[in-house]
């Protein structure tokens, strides 16, 4: 069972795309020439070893094939935190020809115009492009379904009925949505049915089937309770603030992250607490699911915005319930985190952590260490731990230019 999982930054194949400002960007991987600068110098730089990877170059091919997907949130001037997240793409072949298909989440369009839209604004509804033979992108949001206005943040395609075609869940400032693939081309909002309850600031997704049961499961994590025009309460400082208390995340009370267990049907039941995966003071960012301890049992892994929450790691115990483990693996961080990715970055057979962190710092590349004996293993006593060698790493590589360039 594939699950396919995509926020802002989006790889497939050799293809990437990139949201940029209020635009979407389709790079295409191209071969790149060799140029000679200076026809008089037969060879300006040693040759590198044969196995170095080759350079990859892509090529901005957005208008080509007919991507015109504009993001609509705010306007110039920003006034608010709720303005300057979102939103989330998810790249999935929805309707099995084949072809990766993408799906962009959009914002509300909301101005501080008593938060309605200008007139010469266009619909704010998310977009759907089918892969036209990989030449073209057609809009097929409206016979899809799927034209309903939110305040988008990101989405999540997986199969949640298990009947072959890849389903949506959005995450919203407000009320989440869960569509049905209907396998023709359509999708079915069946939300109010589906048992995804609660009108929170939600910020992303992740599915796993936790409990083993073949079917795929949800958490989410949410982010702050926010109000624009409330008093934030500030503790007193002689010193002038970093940025207004709108875009200052900790001044608001964090939102419980939330976990939906699938009954099968579409039916879930939300058991976030009971889990003890709650996350009550993290203002979360991001959410992944990856086996830490490897022993058969999807993990969770949480980023949360500073506060008085930290990031979080949590082990799946027996499908239900789950162990808090950030300290003993080393994931603790009073800075704040964005975004997750993982993947076996230095090719010892454990997954590693890259977290995005805020403007200024450099990303947390963690690196994960031994792995033996670790079923059914003891957080507080566990070989497993994750070390940040983000910092040491980019000063090495400082040191070693290819082509004029740091890799």
């Known amino acids: 069972m594939k699950t396919e999982v995509y926020r802002r930054k989006l790889f497939w194949a050799s293809t990437l795309l990139i949201l940029v400002g209020s635009g979407i960007v389709l790079l295409i991987n191209s071969t790149s020439p060799t140029v000679n600068l200076n026809q008089t110098q037969t060879r300006l730089k040693p040759k590198p070893p044969s196995d170095s990877p ?63 839209h200008y007139w010469w604004q266009d619909t704010t509804t998310p977009a759907l492009l089918k892969n036209k033979n990989g030449k ?31 389903d949506l ?47 795929l499961d949800i958490y989410v994590g949410n982010y702050i309770k926010f109000n624009k025009g409330s ?23 964090a939102q419980p992250s939330q976990l939906y267990l699938n009954l099968g049907g579409l039916k879930f039941r939300e058991m976030a607490n009971e889990a003890g995966v709650a996350v009550a003071d993290g203002r979360t960012l991001d959410v992944h699911s990856q086996d830490i301890n490897v ?15 930290s ?8 499908g239900l319930h789950f162990q808090a483990s950030s300290t003993a693996f080393g994931l603790q961080s009073p800075r704040g ?22 403007q200024g710092e450099s990303l947390a590349l963690l690196i994960q260490g031994t792995t033996t004996s670790l079923q059914n293993s003891n957080p507080a006593s566990s070989p497993i731990q994750f070390a940040d060698l983000s910092r040491k790493l980019v000063s090495a590589t400082r040191k070693k230019l290819d082509n004029g360039r740091f890799v």
């Open 169 to 215: 869940f959005l995450t919203n400032l407000g009320s989440n949505q869960l569509y049905r693939n209907e396998g023709n081309g359509r999708f079915t909002d069946i939300t109010q049915d589906s048992g995804i309850v609660g009108d929170y600031w939600s910020t992303s997704a992740a599915a796993a089937d936790i409990n083993g049961d073949g079917l």
């Open 295 to 309: 022993d058969g049992k999807p993990d969770l892994v949480v980023t949360n915005d500073r506060g008085t929450g």
């Open 231 to 253: 008093k934030t309460f500030e503790s007193g400082s002689q010193f002038a603030p970093e940025k207004p208390p709108t875009f200052d995340a900790s001044l608001y009370d």
């Open 54 to 116: 080759p350079l990859v170059n892509f090529t901005d091919t957005t208008l080509a094939m007919e991507i015109k997907f504009v993001h609509e949130q705010g306007e110039d001037q920003l006034s608010g935190i709720d303005e300057s997240l979102g939103s989330g793409v998810c790249a999935f072949d929805y309707d099995g020809d084949g072809w990766t298909d993408l799906f962009l989440v959009n914002g509300s369009g909301h101005t501080h115009y008593y938060g309605k």
């Open 136 to 166: 073209v992108f057609e809009d097929v949001t409206i016979k899809a379904g799927l034209v309903k206005e939110n305040w988008g943040m990101g989405c999540l395609s997986a199969d949640f009925d298990n009947d072959g075609d890849p």
């Open 337 to 358: 985190s964005r975004g997750i990715a993982s993947g076996d970055i230095n090719n010892d057979g454990d997954e590693d952590l890259v977290f995005a962190n805020p």
């Open 311 to 318: 990031n979080m790691a949590f082990l799946n115990q027996d």
